[in-house]
């Protein structure tokens, strides 16, 4: 048996795996001016979702985004002045 048909053996042996990569990254839109922005103030969890709070570059609006356990988007509130934070 020659080396290359060896080799050719070998190769259809091994199958051949996927490596799973990690998913895009969206930036957060300002719900007020509707303007991206790229990198949330601070981060964290509470509960079962992952918040993370940015203050828009152009409006200067401040908002939290909160994500599910998968890191899909489920909610975001909005700061309203003497209201606090509500749903937008």
Do not use: D
């Amino acid at each position: 048996m020659s080396e290359n048909s060896r080799l050719q053996q070998a190769i259809k042996r091994f199958k051949p795996i996927r490596i799973k990569t990690e998913s895009v990254i969206v930036m957060a839109k300002c719900p007020n001016c509707k303007k991206e922005n790229p990198k949330p103030a601070k981060t964290w969890k509470y509960g079962q979702f992952k918040v993370q709070a940015y203050t828009c570059n152009h409006c200067k609006t401040q908002y939290r985004e909160y994500l599910g356990k998968n890191g899909k988007h489920k909610f975001t509130l909005k700061l309203q002045k003497g209201k606090g934070y509500k749903k937008v």
